[in-house]
C-alpha cells in the first residue's frame, strides 16, 4: 500500500522558515519522480515544486523560486521541502505527492 506521510508544517511569521518531510512506503521511492503541491484556503490545488527520480534535477513555481528547496534522500525513502523567505500567501495545505497519489498533508500558516 502506497503511503506518503507529511510533516513539518506549522505556523511560522514572515520571514521565518520551515522544513517539511515526507515518508514514502509501498513503492520504490527511487523509481518516482516526486512533487509538493499546496492549496491554499478557498482555491485550487497548485504545483510547488518537482524532483525527478533519475536525473535528480529540481524545478519550481515562480512563486517560490529562490526561496525554496526540494530534496529527496532516496535510501530513507524520504522527501524534503526547506521553506525559507515565508510570506503570508505561502500559507496552504502542503502536501507530497507522485503523478498517482497524494499524502494528507502538513498546514503551513504564515502569520505575525
Known amino acids: 500500500e502506497v503511503q506518503l506521510v507529511e510533516s513539518g508544517g506549522g505556523l511560522v511569521q514572515p520571514g521565518g522558515s520551515l522544513k517539511l518531510s515526507c515518508a514514502a512506503s509501498?513503492?520504490?521511492?527511487?523509481?518516482?519522480?516526486m512533487k509538493w503541491l499546496r492549496q491554499a484556503p478557498g482555491k485550487g490545488l497548485e504545483w510547488v515544486s518537482t524532483?525527478?527520480?533519475?536525473?535528480?534535477?529540481?524545478s519550481y513555481a515562480d512563486s517560490v523560486k529562490g526561496r525554496f528547496t526540494i530534496s529527496r534522500d532516496n535510501p530513507k525513502s524520504m522527501l524534503y521541502l526547506q521553506m525559507n523567505s515565508l510570506k503570508p500567501e505561502d500559507t496552504a495545505m502542503y502536501y507530497c505527492?507522485?503523478?498517482?497519489?497524494r499524502g494528507q498533508g502538513t498546514q503551513v500558516t504564515v502569520s505575525s
Open positions: 524532483v525527478w527520480s533519475v536525473s535528480g534535477s529540481t
Open positions: 509501498g513503492f520504490t521511492f527511487s523509481n518516482y519522480d
Open positions: 505527492a507522485t503523478d498517482n497519489y
